[in-house]
């Protein structure tokens, strides 16, 4: 089945440092990929998504590319915000009926001034 | 922009009660879900539904649950009888067509099963 697996946090950062959070996926045939993002007390925003290999999802800075010989989908943001606090969420959606998001653990995003 | 919305967005109840939840899909939207996060936790998939009926739904969508689109716009969940790991933020999400279209979110719903 398909699987979504991100590095776990909390990540920590000072404001203005360059943000990584990895994911990679396990899915039969070609899912499209999804970064949603939870700040605190609130629901699930799409950050960004990409629907096949080789595309670059980007939005507010953050920037995400579909790469399919590494079946990684690595969010990443030049020079983060403390604003940008936030559990972000990578997540999947195949081609099966119904096609749901299938999400990977979250990782805590924690920007300090 | 169009958007998702629920109700309650906080509910607490005593453990055997029934509850419903419910959700405003986006208006031209045709496939609604429900997610669950329980505290702390990955973002589960429920149910899925389409054309009035659950097209997939997963090993946690037991009997216990129920959903049903009443009306043209609104969408629920039903919890027959709760259960304290039924505490949780609930989430109803839609999409406008199958492939390629992004899910939409609601804010959720917490429920707290006392």
């Known amino acids: 089945g398909n699987s979504v697996t991100q590095m776990e946090g909390p990540v920590t950062l000072s404001e203005e440092a360059f943000l990584t959070i990895n994911c990679t996926y396990t899915a039969t045939g070609y899912p499209s990929l999804f970064w949603y993002v939870q700040y605190p007390g609130e629901g699930l925003q799409l950050l960004l998504k990409a629907t096949k290999a080789d595309d670059k999802g980007s939005n507010k800075g953050f920037e995400a590319t579909y790469r399919k010989e590494t079946t990684s989908f690595h969010l990443e943001k030049g020079s983060v915000q403390v604003s940008d606090s936030a559990v972000y969420f990578c997540a999947l959606s195949g081609a099966n009926a119904g096609n749901m998001l299938t999400f990977g653990g979250g990782t805590r995003l924690m920007v300090k001034p | 922009e169009p958007e998702v919305t629920q109700t309650p967005s906080h509910q607490v109840t005593q453990m055997g009660q029934e509850v419903i939840l419910r959700c405003v899909p986006i208006?031209?939207?045709?496939?609604f879900y429900w997610y669950r996060q329980i505290l702390g936790q990955k973002v589960e998939f429920l149910v899925s539904f389409y054309n009035n009926e659950i097209s997939e739904k997963s090993e946690i969508f037991d009997d216990q649950f129920s959903v049903e689109r009443p009306d043209g716009s609104n969408f629920t969940l039903k919890i027959r009888s709760t259960k304290l790991e039924d505490s949780a933020m609930y989430f109803c999400?839609?999409?406008?067509?199958?492939?390629?279209?992004?899910?939409?979110f609601g804010e959720g719903s917490w429920l707290t099963v006392v």
């Open positions: 208006s031209n939207h045709l496939y």
């Open positions: 999400a839609s999409r406008l067509t199958v492939s390629g279209n992004t899910i939409y």
